[in-house]
């Protein structure tokens, strides 16, 4: 669901940018405030995987669609809603800068639509009441797969919506949201079982995280957790993406359906095409893929299933690498800057 540039006036573009620079400087100051030390680490390994997860776009039976993970509910539910928006900014940051992976101009809508309504709105809305304390396996997972279908049809919505306002005539409002919301709904259902998968392995590793917002921590008791979320990253961006489904995903296949193409042509106003040019510089593996003559070839030809391919691996690595320093990052600036300011207090 990462929209691309072509999808997204300027004015849109720039209200979207507005939007989430505002959710991120609210996001900030609340971590700041309750930055822990093992919500640092945490918010690295978790933007890792889900770095990792995105990469895999699982094939919806009957359609000729895939669909991949958001992980805004996920990283809500084991971050709490600030640290997971900010994370799933990081991520979206690294795919679009570094793997051309959604538009710099739509960086601010894809940041709305995959953190906003999973963090904000499908996590305090759905997921807490349904799962309450969260001792229940069985509550905790129901409670998943609903606030996942909410998630992704919010923000399956929010493409709509900002497509729509953008004026792009092609995408008629009526036609455009039929396709969008059905195929979205089991990319949901998909991501609710995904992350119920999460969730009963954090509760087998440290089950006070899914009973408590902060919960206690001790640095023995998160190696567990931890190890086994890193190891799931390696395994998934290194080896389990080779299986990707070449199918579109369901954004690109609603737009194939209504235009006959799986996107549409960038527009040649000086904006995009100015950030066009600065996305083709910063991209050091477009596509999740090595920039070679071999590359364009594999392009042209129907690919053997599975993909079995070093720029993938590679992309997988530095993309999850990048995205854990980054997260890390993040968190490490805002405890510090806490812990400054209530020792001047």
């Given amino acids: ?7 997204v006036s300027p004015a849109v573009g720039g209200t979207l940018w507005a939007a989430s620079a505002a959710l991120t400087f609210y996001s900030a100051r609340a971590v700041r405030r309750q930055a822990r030390e093992a919500l640092i680490p945490l918010m690295g390994v978790m933007g890792a995987f889900v770095f990792a997860a995105q990469m895999i776009n699982v094939a919806i039976p009957g359609t000729g669609s895939s669909g991949h993970l958001g992980g805004g509910l996920m990283l809500a539910i084991l971050l709490g ?3 997971a928006f900010l ?3 990081s991520i979206l940051a690294v795919q679009a800068l570094f793997f051309a992976d ?4 739509a960086l601010g809508c894809n940041i709305f639509n995959l953190g906003f309504f999973g963090a904000f709105v499908a996590y305090p809305l759905v997921y807490r009441p349904v799962a309450g304390d969260g001792a229940s396996a069985k509550r905790c997972s129901l409670a998943a797969l609903l606030a996942s279908i909410v998630a992704l049809q919010l923000g399956a919505l929010g493409v709509v919506i900002e497509t729509v306002a953008s004026g792009i005539t092609e995408l008629r409002f009526s036609t455009f949201a ?5 195929i979205h709904l089991a990319v949901g259902v998909i991501e609710g079982l995904a992350t119920a998968a999460v969730i009963a392995f954090v509760r087998r590793a440290r089950p006070e995280v899914l009973l408590v917002v902060p919960w206690p921590v001790s640095r023995g008791s998160n190696r567990l957790l931890f190890g086994g979320l890193l190891a799931a990253t390696l395994l998934v961006g290194g080896v389990l993406s080779w ?9 690109e296949w609603s737009i194939f359906k209504l ?5 549409l042509a960038l527009p040649d106003d000086s904006l995009h095409q100015q950030l066009a040019s600065l996305q083709e510089r910063s991209a050091v593996l477009p596509d999740y893929s090595f920039q070679s003559a071999e590359a364009e070839a594999e392009a042209d030809e129907a690919q053997a299933w599975p993909a079995v391919s070093a720029g993938t691996t590679v992309s997988g690595m530095v993309g999850g690498a990048l995205t854990l320093c980054l997260a890390c990052a993040i968190g490490f600036i805002l405890r510090w800057q806490g812990s400054s300011r209530r020792a001047a207090g």
């Fill in 259 to 263: 235009t006959g193409g799986e996107e």
């Fill in 178 to 182: 039929l396709l969008m919301q059905p």
């Fill in 102 to 105: 959604g538009g710099l101009l």
């Fill in 243 to 251: 299986f990707a489904s070449s199918h579109p995903d369901g954004l």
């Fill in 1 to 7: 669901m990462h929209m691309a540039d072509a999808l």
């Fill in 87 to 89: 994370v799933m900014a």
């Fill in 81 to 83: 809603p600030q640290a």
